[in-house]
């Protein structure tokens, strides 16, 4: 049983990137407006994410790591209209079988703290007492120490590091009122490092650079078609004065991390017909839907969404930015 076990959570955490994101996520979902990152070879070795969010109920910790049986579960018929992002109870649970974890929470109003860590889905021993100041810190070693094959593919940590850089700053530029940091062990500086800010544009260049930040134009669109479509859309795009070797598009739909490769590929389009010099954008856009029109029940390592009404939404959106950027180039 161990070893299905172990496979099934192989596939749900994937890479240390697919871990990290997990973790992001359960602290968003917790209210944190802190949140701190700490790798250290790639991710292999550790993973160590900090918040200051509502913490863990001490009542909870013995269930924490079991499959499907998380303190949402009571809520799990209405999966569709599920706004926090966890909704599948599995990835605490699966990075216990990949990897060795320890959680470190205290709720509001403790005392002290608990630490406790998880083999295989269970707990290894009583949670201890600790001290701790606010919210739930998690450390993942050793992730894949009984996947020999897995870490053989793993061998380039710099690669492993950069994807969870990207991720950091992608977070970073959605949620502006969450600090975050992201750092290599051993480095004197984090490599993200974003501060809580009203403006978006603020939080851009902080994570992305000016170069990036000052060639940027606002977009805003909207549907309120019910026979059609429903959905409100605001970004940032670049202008033609924004050269790249390659595109990066940053989407949000309904405050999830996501990739829509119809919608990437329909903008890289009007790109290269409105601004052929600067045809690999950076595109920073959030939608937002019904939630019953996203389709979120997909398979947990892939972050492709489908939506209802995909093709009225994509070319609302492509002739949105389409017009945006000619009138920029007049
Ligand atoms: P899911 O997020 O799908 O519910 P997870 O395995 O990711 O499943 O997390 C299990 C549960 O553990 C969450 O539902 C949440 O109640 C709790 N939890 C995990 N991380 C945190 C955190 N950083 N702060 C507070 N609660 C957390
Ligand atoms: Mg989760």
Redesign the pocket.
Known sequence: ESVVNRIAAGEVIQLPVSAVK?LVE??L??SSTSISVLVKDGGLKLIQVS?D????RYE?LPI?CERHT???LSKYEDLQSIKSM????????SMTYVGHVTVTTITRGQLHGYRVSYRDGVMENEPKACAAVKG?Q?VIENLFYNMVARRKTLQNSADDYTKIVDLLSRFAIHHIDVSFSCRKHGAARADVHSVATPSRLNAIRSVYGLSVAQNLIKIEASDNDPSSSVFEMDGFISNSNYVAKKTTMVLFINDRLVECTALKRALEVVYVATLPKASKPFIYMSITLPPEHVDVNVHPTKREVSLLNQEVIVEKIQSVVESVLRNSNE
């Open positions: 997990e359960n602290s979902d917790a918040d969010g509502h913490g863990i909870d924490l998380t303190s949402k966890g909704f599948r109870g599995e990835a605490l649970a739930t998690i």
